[in-house]
T-cell receptor
Framework: GAGVSQSPRYKVTKRGQDVALRCDPI?????LYWYRQALGQGPEFLTY????????KSGLPNDRFSAERPEGSISTLTIQRTEQRDSAMYRC?????????????FGPGTRLLVL | LAKTTQPISMDSYEGQEVNITCSHN???????ITWYQQFPSQGPRFIIQGYKTKVTNEVASLFIPADRKSSTLSLPRVSLSDTAVYYCLVGDRNYQLIWGAGTKLIIKP
């Protein structure tokens, strides 16, 4: 596709439910990043992949959060047993190369609201 | 990881040149300096990146003094559409980029 796409764009769920957020990076991009962004704040790093390998997951808040990119393309960020504090904008980005310094192209984000 | 400090907000007027300075006192030898722009309801967008001296592209210039402890993003002849949040990031190839709160730039008619 022309850019990074994310789905769903909006997700409302009840506390305790699991959610899966999808990211479809730019075709051919090696690296894929997940961020969480609170209103008025910069993106908070969660995790990133080079191809299918998860390179760094130090930003995942706790073990309820996990991510995968099994075929080195589409990625899924899963939040289990959601809590109200998980409500935020979740953004995905991809870059052509494999280092964080390279230009990252961001998707439109998924707005998650946990009731 | 180097930490960046930038003003929380700035105002300017259409047609003016805007300079946003970012300080990064503990920048490391291998760190690059990168600026992103973010409009409301959109993801950040890359503007410019540099290592030292001056870098210019079609939308901005980046000035980096010799000690590299600060950098200045320069936007020439701004328009209303330049109203956005601007992020300064510092990092090298081995580390994730740390995003601050950014500078909210408001351009007035």
């Amino acid at each position: 596709g022309a850019g990074v796409s994310q789905s769903p764009r909006y997700k409302v769920t009840k506390r305790g439910q699991d959610v899966a957020l999808r990211c479809d990076p730019i075709s051919g991009h090696v690296s894929l990043y997940w961020y969480r962004q609170a209103l008025g704040q910069g993106p908070e790093f969660l995790t990133y992949f080079n191809y299918e390998a998860q390179q760094d997951k130090s930003g995942l808040p706790n073990d309820r959060f996990s991510a995968e990119r099994p075929e080195g393309s589409i990625s899924t960020l899963t939040i289990q047993r959601t809590e109200q504090r998980d409500s935020a904008m979740y953004r995905c980005a991809s870059s052509l190369g494999h280092i964080p310094q390279e230009t990252q192209y961001f998707g439109p984000g998924t707005r998650l609201l946990v009731l | 990881l180097a930490k960046t400090t930038q003003p929380i907000s700035m105002d300017s007027y259409e047609g003016q040149e805007v300079n946003i300075t970012c300080s990064h006192n503990n920048i490391a030898t291998n760190d690059y300096i990168t600026w992103y722009q973010q409009f409301p309801s959109q993801g950040p967008r890359f503007i410019i990146q540099g290592y030292k001296t001056k870098v210019t592209n079609e939308v901005a210039s980046l000035f980096i003094p010799a000690d590299r402890k600060s950098s200045t993003l320069s936007l020439p002849r701004v328009s209303l559409s330049d109203t956005a949040v601007y992020y300064c990031l510092v990092g090298d190839r081995n580390y994730q980029l740390i995003w601050g709160a950014g500078t909210k730039l408001i351009i007035k008619p």
